[in-house]
């Protein structure tokens, strides 16, 4: 039986929290999205962490992975940019974990996070020129930490979580 941990990487508004909160509930397991955890931990909103350095952001940021990951049975979305730092990969790759990376065309991540606010990287006068030019520098990241890869530009929420769980029952 798989006593590891679910883990959703993958861009800014591919569905990693909205389809990772369904999916523990799926399996009766804990759902933890790193970024909410973030804002408990130090009672600080992201973009005000940014403030500080995005480097203030990232150094909580693979603390708290690594606390997160030390425990079992959690479904665990992750921010965007938790492959850019080594450490980060390197607790992605123990084999507790499968890592599933959520994937989505340029266009439909803009469309999705027009509405948040907690996206201080896209906070630029071209968000898709930043959306192009960060998928640039992170794809291959993205493509090494997976064990599998989804993509959610045409897909009912339903449907990648259905996906998932059929994936996790080869695992079991
Ligand atoms: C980030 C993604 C965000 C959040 C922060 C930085 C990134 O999380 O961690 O704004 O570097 O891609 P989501 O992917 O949940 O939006």
Redesign the pocket.
């Known amino acids: 039986m798989f006593t590891g941990n679910i883990v959703l990487i993958?861009?800014?508004?591919t569905g990693?929290?909205t389809i990772g909160r369904l999916c523990a509930e799926k399996l009766s397991w804990d759902f933890v999205?790193?970024?909410q955890y973030i804002e408990q931990f130090t009672n600080q909103r992201?973009p005000e962490l940014?403030r500080i350095s995005e480097a203030h952001?990232r150094a909580i940021?693979t603390q708290v992975f690594g606390e997160i990951l030390s425990r079992g049975c959690q479904v665990v979305?992750?921010?965007?940019?938790i492959v850019?730092r080594p450490e980060n990969r390197e607790l992605l790759a123990s084999s507790r974990n499968l890592v599933f990376c959520l994937t989505a065309r340029p266009n439909v991540i803009l469309r999705r996070?027009k509405t948040?606010a907690?996206?201080?990287?896209l906070d630029t006068p071209d968000p898709k020129k930043q959306i192009c030019l960060?998928l640039k520098q992170r794809n291959s990241l993205y493509q090494s930490a997976a064990d599998y890869r989804l993509d959610t530009s045409d897909k009912s929420i339903q449907a990648v979580v259905a996906d998932i769980m059929a994936l996790m029952e080869q695992r079991r």
């Open positions: 993958g861009f800014m508004g990693k929290t999205d790193t970024d992201i940014f952001f940021e979305s992750t921010g965007g940019g850019t996070v948040s907690k996206r201080p990287l960060l």
